[in-house]
Each structure stands twice: as C-alpha cells, then as structure tokens.
C-alpha cells in the first residue's frame, strides 16, 4: 500500500468564509469584477499544486473581494 496525498479537510458549509483576492477585474464578469449576483455561485481555483479545487462565494466586499468558502481539498501551503 502507497498513500502518495493525504490530507484534512473542513466541511465547506462549517467553514468561516475567507477571502479570495483577484489581482484585476479582468476576466470577471467581462471585465466588471465581482458583483453581489455572485454570491452562491461557484468558482474555481487552481492551486500552486496544478488540482483543481472549487468554492462558493459567500459574499462580495468589491469588485476585486469575495469570502469564499473552500470544498474539497485544501490548497497547498508551499
């Protein structure tokens, strides 16, 4: 038996919602950013590990803001 990953993982719906920072608007929402219609929707992160990983955005601070809420794995700590 190999266990090559192994790690923990917090319910998304338990989870304290944190924030997700874009570096531009570009490439959200056609260029507008973040808007209050997204939160609920889900977005996708590739993290520095090359896996996929998807939460769901909990709130809109600005258009370039949003809490999220991580499921699935969680992102690598490198």
Partial sequence: LDIVEMGWH???DT??????TASSIVGINGGTGF?????GRTIRLL???AVWRWARIA??????????????????NL
């Fill in 10 to 12: 917090e319910d998304g």
């Fill in 15 to 20: 989870q304290t919602p944190f924030d997700l």
């Fill in 59 to 76: 709130s809109r601070s600005s258009a370039t803001v949003v809490k999220i809420r991580l499921y699935g794995h969680a992102l690598p």
């Fill in 35 to 39: 808007q209050a219609s997204d939160v």
């Fill in 47 to 49: 993290g520095s590990d």
